[in-house]
């Protein structure tokens, strides 16, 4: 069947343009989903998070969907910048319990 | 902006050594959190603290890493005999109560251990 959502180790884009970056969780039963920026040598950064009895949620030049039916979470940055490369991982979690962090996507932004 | 404090930054030490690492997180928050993240993997949890009782240690290697939060406030976690595989970065993080609040991280501490 079709994949969506596959998630890519890289992504390329150019500045300007708007970039998607997936993510597929693994608990069908989390309910906290967050998305961080990790620039090299640094901690993670928060970017944005949302709660399970959302679909959707903006912040600045950010916005996260999140489609719970095939367990799906993308994170869209409108207008692309170089300062924008970084690896981002999504987060997701049960109420009481840890983060468990997904693979990370290495976005890589040329001018 | 309040930010998670963590020393040092980076430690060398050789293997059988022991290493020591320190985390003040952001002020009022009561849940604490310590990571390890190897190199092109997500941080993955080690022992989380609320207030100063542990609540999970369940992946933390008790045979050789201990961590203590003894006031409620800074944390310590400590490796002792260091060994290669031990290599990595320590990720401290934050949050304000609970765990779906959101969690603020620290910049780390890169560990070699040779």
């Known amino acids: 069947g079709e994949s969506v959502g596959l998630h890519l180790p890289t992504l390329s884009v150019q500045e300007g343009d708007n970039s998607i970056i997936n993510c597929a969780y693994s608990n069908s039963a989390s309910d906290y989903f967050i998305w961080y920026k990790q620039e090299s040598g640094k901690g993670p950064q928060f970017i944005i998070d949302i709660r399970s009895n959302m679909d959707k949620r903006q912040g600045q030049r950010v916005t996260v969907l999140l489609n719970k039916t095939v367990k799906h979470l993308s994170l869209q940055i409108a207008a692309t910048q170089p300062g924008d490369s970084a690896v981002y991982f999504c987060?997701?979690?049960?109420?009481?319990?840890?983060?468990?962090f997904g693979k990370g996507t290495t976005l890589s932004v040329s001018s | 902006e309040a930010e998670v404090a963590q020393s040092p930054r980076y430690k060398i030490t050789e293997k059988s050594q022991a290493v020591a690492f320190w985390c003040d997180p952001i002020?009022?928050?009561?849940?604490l959190y310590w990571y390890r993240q190897i190199l092109g993997q997500g941080p993955e949890l080690l022992v989380q603290?609320?207030?100063?009782?542990?609540?999970?240690d369940s992946q933390l290697p008790k045979d050789r890493f201990s961590a203590e939060r003894l006031k409620g406030v800074d944390s310590t976690l400590k490796i002792q005999p260091a060994e290669l595989g031990d290599s990595a970065m320590y990720l401290c993080?934050?949050?304000?109560?609970?765990?779906?609040?959101?969690?603020?991280f620290g910049p780390g501490t890169r560990l070699l251990v040779l």
């Open positions: 987060a997701e979690n049960i109420a009481g319990t840890a983060l468990i």
């Open positions: 993080a934050s949050s304000r109560r609970d765990t779906q609040e959101t969690q603020y």
């Open positions: 603290f609320q207030d100063e009782s542990v609540v999970d």
């Open positions: 002020s009022g928050h009561a849940t």
